[in-house]
């Protein structure tokens, strides 16, 4: 896996994935807007998104009629540099028809704790947990 980052001015970088894909990423240095998500919300997507990945693979897998799946993430940093996230809290909503609570909390549980490579890198320095509802859609 390769990726690429190139300054384009100020705090603004463009990354780009081994396959090709672009995004703007950068920080605000004088309190004004900024250019994209910091490299640290990137860390905080790419945590949701691999597990999201898995939950509804695993969901799929399971034939539960899935219908949507989000992720919230609300995260705490070292008050000291280089400032790592010491708490990271998932909060999964599954929507779908006829969806099994009991299913949902172990695809989850799978992901987060197994499968998802991201949240297992995250919980060398912090504390990752969990929680989930089901939005029944019928």
């Not at 900024?34 to 399971?62: N, Q």
């Not at 009629?65 to 998932?90: C, G, M």
Request: net charge negative; aromatic share 6%.
């Amino acid at each position: 896996m390769k990726a690429r980052v190139k300054w384009a001015e100020g705090r603004t970088f463009l990354g780009t994935s081994g396959t090709g894909h672009s995004i703007v990423l950068g920080a605000s240095h004088d309190g004004g807007p900024t250019p994209g998500p910091s490299p640290m919300e990137l860390l905080l997507i790419g945590t949701a998104g691999c597990s999201a990945y898995d939950v509804v693979s695993i969901l799929e897998k399971g034939r539960q009629n899935i219908e949507d799946v989000q992720v919230e993430v609300d995260a705490d940093r070292a008050e000291t540099d280089p400032k790592v996230f010491t708490r990271i809290h998932l909060q999964f909503t599954v929507k779908g028809r006829g969806m099994s609570a009991d299913k949902v909390a172990r695809a989850i549980g799978l992901s987060v704790d197994k499968y998802c490579s991201a949240s297992a890198m995250m919980a060398a320095s912090a504390t990752v947990t969990h929680d989930f509802t089901v939005e029944d859609t019928a």
